[in-house]
C-alpha cells in the first residue's frame, strides 16, 4: 500500500504544472472530446509507466547494495530539485488532427512521458519498492489526478492554481522520501 500511496502522491504532486498539463489543455481546445482524451490519457499512462516501473524493479536488483540504495535515495532528492525547473511549453502540431482525440491523446501523451521527469520518478519508485504493480496504478492514479480536472474544466481551472506553490510542494515530497529513503 506504502508504494500504491507514495507514487499516487509523488506523481499527482509532480504533475501541476508539468507539460502534460500543457498539453491536455491543447487538447481538450482542439477536439472538446474530453472522455476520448481522458481515455487516452489513462491508456498512455498505464503502457509507459508499467514498462518504467518494470524498468525501476530490474535495475533495482542491481542496486540492493547499501551503495546502491544510498544511489536510489540520492535520485529521489536529484528529481526533486529538478521539479524547480519550470517545463518548456511544448505546443503539439495540427499533423495528427485526422486520428481522432483518442489517438492523438494516447500517442501524444505516450511521447510526452518519454524522459520525463514522471518517468524517471516511475523507475525510481519501481526500483525503491521492487512492485510493478502498485507502481504503476499509482503513478496513473496520480497522472489522472492531475490531468482529468484540466481536461474537464479547462483554462478556467488553470488560472487558479498556484503553480509556484505546487511546484515547492511537489519539490519536498521528492526531497523527503529521498531522505527517508537514505535513513531507513
Not at 21 to 30: D, E, K, M, N
Not at 135 to 153: K, R
Amino acid at each position: 500500500m506504502e508504494a500504491f500511496l507514495t507514487s499516487t502522491f509523488t506523481v499527482a504532486l509532480a504533475e501541476i504544472g508539468d507539460k502534460t498539463q500543457l498539453l491536455s489543455l491543447f487538447l481538450i481546445a482542439r477536439f472538446n472530446k474530453p472522455w476520448s482524451i481522458i481515455a487516452g490519457i489513462l491508456v498512455a499512462t498505464l503502457a509507459n509507466h508499467a514498462v518504467s516501473a518494470g524498468a525501476g524493479v530490474w535495475l533495482g536488483q542491481f542496486l540492493e547494495s547499501e551503495m546502491g540504495q544510498w544511489l536510489i535515495a540520492g535520485s529521489f532528492i536529484v528529481v526533486g530539485l529538478w521539479l524547480l525547473i519550470p517545463d518548456k511549453d511544448e505546443e503539439p502540431t495540427a499533423r495528427y488532427d485526422g486520428y481522432g482525440a483518442f489517438m492523438v491523446s494516447t500517442l501524444l501523451f505516450f511521447l510526452a512521458e518519454i524522459g520525463d521527469k514522471t518517468q524517471i520518478a516511475t523507475v525510481l519508485l519501481g526500483a525503491h519498492f521492487t512492485a510493478i504493480l502498485p507502481v504503476t496504478l499509482g503513478t496513473t492514479l496520480g497522472m489522472m489526478l492531475a490531468n482529468i480536472p484540466v481536461v474537464l474544466l479547462g483554462a478556467a481551472l488553470m488560472k487558479h492554481i498556484p503553480l509556484k506553490i505546487a511546484r515547492l510542494v511537489a519539490v519536498a515530497a521528492f526531497v523527503l522520501t529521498g531522505l527517508v529513503a537514505l535513513l531507513a
